[in-house]
Antibody, heavy 122, light 109 residues
Framework: EVQLLESGGGLVQPGGSLRLSCAAS????????MSWVRQAPGKGLEWVSD????????YNADSVKGRFTISRDNSKNTLYLQMISLRAEDTAVYYC???????????????WGQGTMVTVSS | EIVMTQSPATLSVSPGERATLSCRAS??????LAWYQQKPGQAPRLLIY???TRAAGIPARFSGSGSGTEFTLTISSLQSEDFAVYYC???????????FGGGTKVEIK
């Protein structure tokens, strides 16, 4: 069974740091790009970061550029999101997602984890 | 940045009726559009990609249409399990600047 399991969320003070993890199973992890998508309480979805299958290419939303770093360890089938200089507006459920390509040129979020909550508050 | 606008924000529909959800892009995204369903307390689920292709395991009552800037998700006969929030998402500039619409909540009338 294809599965993603996030961990590492919690309560952190403004300006603090946190590292999220996402353990993948049931598919060849290194063959797929992965993403982080977040959802603030009661709000919609916001794409945060992408990383290629090899880990050699990464992309970030402007809202987190310079503060968040996406990475992966293909030997451990694990995706990470290192977050620094956290702000109240970063409070959200953070989902990791596998980027499937069901047809040529269609990169979509086909598998999602259950999410991990990050709360930035003093 | 491509802005995705969904309408209406809330749609009240009786079970068995048809639901039509709209998504508009601020500039053309060709057919690079996906739809997701999210139920309370759950992660989103992929429904449609390429604007009109159902993802694996998605019932035929879900259909997508459109291209360019105007898109529609139609649920032909609403079942109890279909009451949820639906998001459109463009991936025209993958892997950059992926954007979601604000969502349409489909509720029981």
């Amino acid at each position: 069974e294809v599965q993603l399991l996030e961990s590492g969320g919690g309560l952190v003070q403004p300006g603090g740091s946190l590292r999220l993890s996402c353990a993948a199973s049931g598919f060849t992890f290194s063959s797929y790009a992965m993403s982080w998508v977040r959802q603030a309480p009661g709000k919609g979805l916001e794409w945060v970061s992408d990383i290629s299958g090899s880990g050699g290419s990464t992309y970030n939303a402007d809202s987190v550029k310079g503060r968040f770093t996406i990475s992966r360890d293909n030997s451990k089938n694990t995706l990470y999101l290192q977050m620094i200089s956290l702000r109240a507006e970063d409070t959200a459920v953070y989902y990791c997602s596998k980027v499937g390509v069901p047809a040529a040129g269609t990169p979509v979020f086909d598998i999602w984890g259950q999410g991990t909550m990050v709360t930035v508050s003093s | 940045e491509i802005v995705m606008t969904q309408s209406p924000a809330t749609l009240s529909v009786s079970p068995g009726e048809r639901a039509t959800l709209s998504c508009r892009a601020s500039q053309s995204v060709s057919s690079n559009l996906a739809w997701y369903q999210q139920k309370p307390g759950q992660a989103p689920r992929l429904l449609i990609y390429g604007a009109s292709t159902r993802a694996a395991g998605i019932p035929a009552r879900f259909s997508g249409s459109g291209s360019g800037t105007e898109f529609t998700l139609t649920i032909s006969s609403l079942q109890s399990e279909d009451f949820a929030v639906y998001y459109c998402q463009q991936y025209n500039n993958w892997p950059l600047l992926l954007t979601f619409g604000g969502g349409t909540k489909v509720e029981i009338k």
